[in-house]
T-cell receptor
Framework: QKEVEQNSGPLSVPEGAIASLNCTYS??????FFWYRQYSGKSPELIMS????GDKEDGRFTAQLNKASQYVSLLIRDSQPSDSATYLC?????????????FGTGTRLLVSP | GAVVSQHPSRVICKSGTSVKIECRSL??????MFWYRQFPKQSLMLMAT?????????EQGVEKDKFLINHASLTLSTLTVTSAHPEDSSFYIC???????????FGNGTRLTVT
């Protein structure tokens, strides 16, 4: 089992719709969870971080964390074509070292106008 | 916010030469930096963890004698690709964070092309 799993996609949504991106992780002691966005040919940029169970909202983005289910998700409301990118889920935990992140393979999102 | 600067952004070199890539944390001190490699349409692959003042820790399958890492100060890590070959052509990205459990911030990456 991979440490961090994501559906590779592509996930296709129409402009204005909600895009839902999901991620599961295997390390039960994971403490920190991050979503990054990566445009083709560019390096990843941080979108959201979440550390406790529940929802965290920032603009059009909402991160959701359920530690019991070892599940973290990212919702993008009012999706725009500019949101088309690969979204990487990253998890940190004691077993991976305090600063080392384990990345999923990413989900490619396509938002059509 | 935290800024990581990486240089150069793009380099083309001939097979057999060495290339040095610099990674700097501009507004925070980073005792640990990470070097990733990404081939086209593939995911990020961690190559090594750079530790200030000590030897780097390499991931399985990464040749330490080929990818030399030096982390001489709290704000600078360098990756040298020695005797580069065309198969080393890739997108190399460094990252760092200021403290444990905080997000990693990435440099803009270096696109290496070996001819």
């Amino acid at each position: 089992q991979k440490e961090v799993e994501q559906n590779s996609g592509p996930l296709s949504v129409p402009e204005g719709a909600i895009a839902s991106l999901n991620c599961t992780y295997s390390d039960r002691v994971s403490q920190s969870f991050f979503w990054y966005r990566q445009y083709s040919g560019k390096s990843p940029e941080l979108i959201m971080s979440i550390y406790s169970n529940g929802d965290k909202e920032d603009g059009r983005f909402t991160a959701q964390l359920n530690k019991a289910s070892q599940y973290v998700s990212l919702l993008i409301r009012d999706s725009q074509p500019s949101d088309s990118a690969t979204y990487l889920c990253a998890v940190n935990g004691v077993n991976t070292g305090f600063q080392k992140l384990v990345f999923g393979t990413g989900t490619r999102l396509l938002v059509s106008p | 916010g935290a800024v990581v600067s990486q240089h150069p952004s793009r380099v083309i070199c001939k097979s057999g030469t060495s290339v040095k890539i610099e990674c700097r944390s501009l507004d925070f001190q980073a005792t640990t930096m990470f070097w990733y490699r990404q081939f086209p349409k593939q995911s990020l692959m961690l190559m090594a963890t750079s530790n200030e003042g000590s030897k780097a820790t390499y991931e399985q399958g990464v040749e330490k004698d080929k990818f030399l890492i030096n982390h001489a100060s709290l704000t600078l890590s360098t990756l040298t690709v020695t005797s580069a070959h065309p198969e080393d052509s890739s997108f190399y990205i460094c990252s760092a964070n200021g403290q444990a459990n905080s997000p990693l911030h990435f440099g803009n990456g270096t696109r290496l092309t070996v001819t």
